[in-house]
């Protein structure tokens, strides 16, 4: 469903003109009103861009396996709610009536969470990802009375369907590294925030930390262009053989350092139960080893462009980058 806010904002990727509804039941479409291009609405969802064939193909078979695990209000965690408000400074009454973009939205995890803070959330992505974030986005489990609209499109994020200045603000998280270009992404989302708005983002930074893990970039010369199937196999392979170990060494503190040179990506938060935690690890090992694309930024130079697209109050630290247009 398109909510009226979010139609009012749409836009043919190719030459900026406004999109209509042309809604038959059977033949669920919008038409560029200048060049004619057509998107199809699939599940209603409308579709910017094809999940088959495109790099991020492995995320849209991951997030559909592991839907749940990530979103708060159903995993019944509060781990995405507390990382969504420390990572980017926006608080619950200031996300309440704005309109937010969730650029490579994954399942969905930080979309729900400003929905549920009352904001209203275009949840994006290109893979088939959107299809796990839509059926979150309908799950009334545990909603907020006063939860926000989320809209889900399927879009790549160097070609977005919007008219310029429609957000007050983006959030991208965990997606930059993952594209071809994540100079080019990082400087076409700009375009889209209102004066006065704010963007924030999430990568993986390139670090000393990251050179340690020779087994992962290792392993990575081949799993990126393995089945889904081969990927889950295989994560779930290592996870038997070194969850235990990581769960044992992460309770002593000298030797927790330590588990950096596993070649799993071990999640022990406090307070979750053991098979979450497993889960949560399976997750993460797939999302190390699945990517095509990990390409890691450097804080100091992701401000430098930030700050080159016009962007004020801009700041970083290692893995993060906030602005405001
Ligand atoms: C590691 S996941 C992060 C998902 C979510 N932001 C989170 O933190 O849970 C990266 C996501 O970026 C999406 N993605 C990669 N390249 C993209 C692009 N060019 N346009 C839109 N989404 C993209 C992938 O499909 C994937 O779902
Ligand atoms: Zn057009």
Redesign the pocket.
Known sequence: MITPRVEEILACPDCSASVTDDTLPEDDRLICEHCGREFPVIRHIPRF?GSHEN??QN??T??QTFRTV?IDRLAGHGLSRDRLLADTGWAPEWMRGKLIL?????????ADVMAECGADVVA????S?VEACRETSLDPTNAHPDRGAVTVIQ????ALPFKPESFDAIH????IQ??HDPDL?MRSMVRYLKPGGRIFY?FYEASADSDWQLIKRLLRLWTPSWSFSRLYAFARALCAIFFLPSLLMAKVPMVRAFNRFLPICSVHPQGIPLGMQYRMTLLDTI?WYG?VYEIRQNHLRVAALLKAEGLKEVRSDPGRAWGVR
């Open positions: 861009a790099y991020a995320f849209g991951q997030w990530q969730d650029a490579g939205c994954g399942a969905g995890r930080f994006c992505d290109l893979s990802a879009a790549d994020l160097t991208c998280a965990g997606v993952h594209t992404v999430n999302d990517p």
